[in-house]
């Protein structure tokens, strides 16, 4: 069983910055994709970030040029560095995996809740 756990929210104030991580429990070159997906009260679940097992990556129009998703697969570790952050950012924050397999498998972090205050 993959484990993905996510650290690094809390609360920063609008114009602030944050590092958001998700470790998992097996080597991460292993997944074909890994991401970051957030949720807002009331909203549906959106893609953030997402990065391939070769370092493409692609962004949500609305975190582009502020955000950046990075991985290390020495540390097996994932990365969200969120800069500019504003209010629109609150959401709980959740780290994503695909599996390699076919059919893939999905795996799916806790969350961790990032608040912008304005």
């Known amino acids: 069983q993959v484990q993905l756990v996510e650290s690094g929210g809390g609360l920063v104030q609008a114009g602030g910055s944050l590092r958001l991580s998700c470790a998992a429990s097996r080597r991460i070159f292993t997944f074909r994709t890994m991401g970051w997906y957030r949720q807002a009260p009331g909203k549906q679940r959106e893609l953030v970030a997402a990065?391939?097992?070769?370092?493409?990556?692609n962004y949500a129009d609305s975190v582009k040029a502020r955000f950046t998703i990075s991985r290390d697969n020495a540390k097996n570790t994932m990365y969200l560095q969120m800069n500019s952050l504003n209010p629109e950012d609150t959401a709980v924050y959740y780290c994503h995996a695909a599996s390699d397999t076919w059919p893939s498998v999905d795996y799916w972090g806790q969350g961790t809740q990032v608040t912008v205050s304005s």
């Open positions: 990065i391939t097992s070769i370092g493409n990556t």
